[in-house]
């Protein structure tokens, strides 16, 4: 059974910067295609990154330049650097994985979630 688990999430003010983890359980990083996604109360969930077998890397257009997605496959894990935050960027944040590589920002094209954490901004 493929288990995600997401740290890091944390109350900041704007500006500041946070750093997310997935540890991954069963599937090697390094081999799968995998994304973090957000969802602020209601509003659907949107992709914010994502990363696939080679490492190629894709942002939703309003994190690009801020936020970093990136794979550490020694200890299977997946990792959002999130710089310049934003009262906007207030969500769940959740990774996931998929079982074969889709289309990046497509939530059905994923097969594994976390369970989420929550990152607060203030103005």
């Known amino acids: 059974q493929v288990q995600l688990l997401e740290s890091g999430g944390d109350s900041v003010q704007a500006g500041g910067s946070l750093r997310l983890s997935c540890a991954v359980s069963?599937?090697?990083?390094?081999?799968?295609?995998m994304g973090w996604f957000r969802q602020a109360p209601g509003k659907e969930r949107e992709a914010v990154a994502g990363?696939?077998?080679?490492?190629?890397?894709s942002y939703l257009a309003s994190v690009k330049g801020r936020f970093a997605i990136s794979k550490d496959n020694a200890k299977n894990s997946l990792h959002l650097q999130m710089n310049s935050l934003k009262p906007e960027d207030t969500a769940m944040y959740y990774c996931?994985?998929?079982?074969?590589?889709?289309?990046?920002?497509?939530?059905?094209?994923?097969?594994?979630w976390g369970q989420g954490t929550q990152v607060t901004v203030s103005s």
């Open positions: 996931a994985a998929a079982r074969r590589c889709g289309r990046w920002s497509v939530v059905k094209d994923y097969n594994y």
């Open positions: 990363i696939d077998s080679t490492s190629s890397t």
């Open positions: 069963v599937y090697s990083v390094s081999r799968v295609c």
